[in-house]
Nanobody
Framework: QVDLEESGGGLAQVGDSLRLSCAAS????????MGWFRQPPGSEREFVAS????????FYSQSVKGRFTISRDNAKNMMYLQMNNLTPLDTAVYFC??????????????WGQGTQVTVSS
């Protein structure tokens, strides 16, 4: 069973916008919170943004704050990441994550397979 599936990645130019989508299974969508991580080439996976179950609270890494917006549509079991003013530093594989109990370090969390975002100058 695929619990999380990302889409919307691709090639962008500096300053462009992209919107990533994450389709969640009902059990993944029932998690305490959801979010996005990314892994730049040759680097560790890093936190990008998170959103609570009701969508009322969001949190962003400093590197994307003010440029990226996380949202979710619980009626459709979907989560989104609107990425604006992209830079080459945003180049990474982006992963959708469901935090079962609200902790980013929980080994039971659900992870998607990732979608590649490449920003060229």
């Amino acid at each position: 069973q695929v619990d999380l599936e990302e889409s919307g990645g691709g090639l962008a130019q500096v300053g462009d916008s992209l919107r990533l989508s994450c389709a969640a299974s009902p059990r993944a969508a029932a998690s305490a919170s959801m979010g996005w991580f990314r892994q730049p080439p040759g680097s560790e996976r890093e936190f990008v943004a998170s959103i609570n179950k009701s969508g009322t609270n969001t949190f962003y890494s400093q590197s994307v704050k003010g440029r990226f917006t996380i949202s979710r549509d619980n009626a459709k079991n979907m989560m989104y990441l609107q990425m604006n003013n992209l830079t080459p530093l945003d180049t990474a594989v982006y992963f959708c994550v469901a935090f079962i109990r609200g902790s980013i370090v929980d080994t039971d969390n659900y992870w998607g397979q990732g979608t590649q975002v490449t920003v060229s100058s």
